[in-house]
């Protein structure tokens, strides 16, 4: 079983907020403890806006509490009651992910039936202790590096896989692919972007995002690869055009990599055009429908390049 990051810091913080406030002689010192469990994010931007929304509905739980109970009484209906309009309030103010955090004071306060200066300074330490661990522990945020490149190595594979593929089914009409790596590339790119978007949260001013960038590309690059893949099926049988082309998905299958190399291909695709506009027109409908999936199969690989291509600087030296 893998403990989380989240799980040891857990473990870490609630002890330390409890003996904080042990040390500092503060009433419901536990509830520090509690209030840091509630406070371990995900991410820095999430820790940092977390806290800010729970102390802001602490100091405001505090206030509603000492108008409440000071001047109505201390019993369920009036909680119930107050309840009934601070939480409405928080979500009006756009705190209302720290209601749980500010329901802890508000049992204290209400448990203690009474309430004055000394006390609401007592639980303001406590606010502070209890957020202030769970801040502190949320500044360290591991790395996802090592997470992205392996999704990035997987994902990769399974374009080179596809890729391949199609070459196989144009020279042979291979039917034996039973295309589950389209199905993993949708859910590689979906779980590369979820940590993607945690990796920016905790590099809060880093402007430009090399992964983000790249999984973009690629995405894009999987929406044309399936535009792709039901005119592959409807070229004709094995010729001279069918040979060429899965020459050329072959080679592109042997070239996924992070690099850019697309001016190469782009090049490769061009001379592929010039060769096409040279064979005979089509004399029947038949072959004019197969040449026209025959050209708009070379648009999309175009665009599939050239998508690459606006991805980063270009790798190769042109002479």
């Not at 405001?60 to 009036?78: D, P, Q």
């Not at 099926?233 to 070239?255: C, H, M, Q, R, W």
């Amino acid at each position: 079983m893998k403990i989380g990051y989240r799980t040891i810091k857990t473990a870490i913080g609630t002890p330390i907020a409890i003996s904080i406030a042990q040390l500092l002689g503060l009433t419901n010192f536990v509830s520090a403890g509690i209030l840091t469990i509630l406070c371990i994010q995900p991410s820095r931007k999430k820790s940092y806006l977390s806290a800010w929304q729970r102390f802001l509905a602490c100091v405001l739980a505090s206030l509603f509490s000492m108008l409440f109970f000071e001047l109505i009484g201390y019993n369920v209906f009036v909680l119930g009651l107050m309840l009934l309009v601070f939480i409405p309030t928080t979500v009006f103010l756009k705190i209302s992910p720290g209601i749980t955090t500010s329901s802890v004071i508000i049992l204290n306060l209400y448990s203690s039936n009474f309430i004055n200066f000394t006390f609401l300074i007592d639980q303001f330490l406590l606010i502070i202790v209890g957020i202030g661990t769970g801040l502190v522990l949320n500044l360290y945020m591991p790395s996802l590096d090592n997470k992205l490149n392996e999704k990035q190595d997987r994902l990769e594979e399974n374009f080179k896989i596809v890729l391949y593929e199609i070459s196989l089914y144009i020279r042979d009409k291979n039917k034996a692919w039973d295309g589950k790596e389209i199905a993993e590339i949708d859910e590689i790119l979906t779980e590369a972007d979820d940590l993607v978007e945690r990796d920016r949260e905790n590099h809060l001013f880093r402007n430009k995002h090399t992964f983000r960038d790249y999984f973009r590309m690629r995405t894009k690059q999987y929406e044309v690869l399936q535009q792709m893949l039901p005119l592959v099926t409807v070229l004709p049988n094995k010729d001279y055009i069918s040979e060429k082309i899965a020459a050329f998905f072959e080679g592109l299958s042997e070239s996924v990599h992070p690099e850019n190399t697309a001016v190469l291909f782009l090049d490769e695709l061009e001379d592929l055009r010039k060769e096409f506009n040279k064979e005979e027109l089509p004399a029947t409908l038949e072959e004019f429908e197969t040449r026209a999936n025959l050209f708009r199969l070379l648009h999309e690989i175009e665009d599939y390049l050239l998508i690459k291509k606006k991805y980063k600087k270009s790798d190769v030296k042109l002479k």
